[in-house]
């Protein structure tokens, strides 16, 4: 499978404990984004990579989450104290540096906090 | 700042009639739009892209959304729904407004099919 692969799938944990997640890109992509997905809602951009610089960071991304991309392909998103709201669906997608910015999701992660 | 707000949030059809999704976008720049599919408990899946290039642009199993720059809108249609048609669907605009270009999504448009 050539795809864009996240894990966990799914991911139960209680309120203050860290979580890590990987997505591995297509390989070769060298932008790579994290979204997020709450219920009934789109998803919301986290942060971008491009090779392992992390060029954006959304004002949704706390200083309790973190992102990597250390060797320009893997990433992982790291959520340290974890709070209820941040049950959520956690999809990573990437892409060719081409004009038309086609990305491609992985099935995400779904993260429960109880 | 570009932003996509679609019309509806629930949208109900029965097999074999026609399906309108409708978007209207936002954009100072010449935008890339895009609409994606969600089935349950799946990922998004690509169905079509506009890039100005031409205004009606097909997609995969048998969807098609047609630019059009005098209504900002980019709206979704098919001739004939199918039950497997049944999902979410987001319209999507590309930021280019600085070196990211992230996508923004709408909220999302869920389509039932009616046997």
């Known amino acids: 499978d050539t795809g864009v692969s996240q894990n966990p799938r799914h991911k139960i944990t209680k309120r203050g404990q860290n979580v890590t997640f990987r997505c591995d890109p297509i390989s070769e992509h060298n932008r790579l984004y994290w979204y997020r997905q709450t219920l009934g809602q789109g998803p919301e951009f986290l942060t971008y990579?491009?090779?392992?610089?992390?060029?954006?960071k959304s004002r949704l991304l706390s200083d309790r989450f973190s992102a990597e991309r250390p060797k320009g392909s893997f990433s992982t998103l790291e959520i340290q104290r974890t709070e209820q709201g941040d049950s959520a669906m956690y999809l990573c997608a990437s892409s060719l540096p081409t004009g038309d910015n086609e990305q491609f999701f992985g099935p995400g992660t779904r993260l429960t906090v109880l | 700042a570009q932003s996509v707000t679609q019309l509806d949030s629930h949208v109900s059809v029965s097999e074999g009639t026609p399906v309108l999704l409708r978007c209207n976008y936002s954009s100072s720049y010449s935008p890339s739009l895009f609409w994606y599919v969600q089935h349950p408990n799946k990922g998004l899946q690509l169905l079509l892209k506009y890039t100005s290039a031409a205004t009606l642009v097909k997609g995969i199993n048998g969807f098609e959304a047609e630019f059009k720059k005098s209504e900002t809108s980019f709206h979704l249609t098919k001739p004939s729904a199918h039950m497997s048609d049944a999902a979410e669907y987001f319209c999507v605009v590309s930021d280019l407004s600085g070196a990211t270009n992230k996508l923004i999504f709408g909220t999302g448009t869920l389509l039932a099919v009616q046997p």
């Open positions: 990579f491009q090779n392992e610089a992390q060029l954006e």
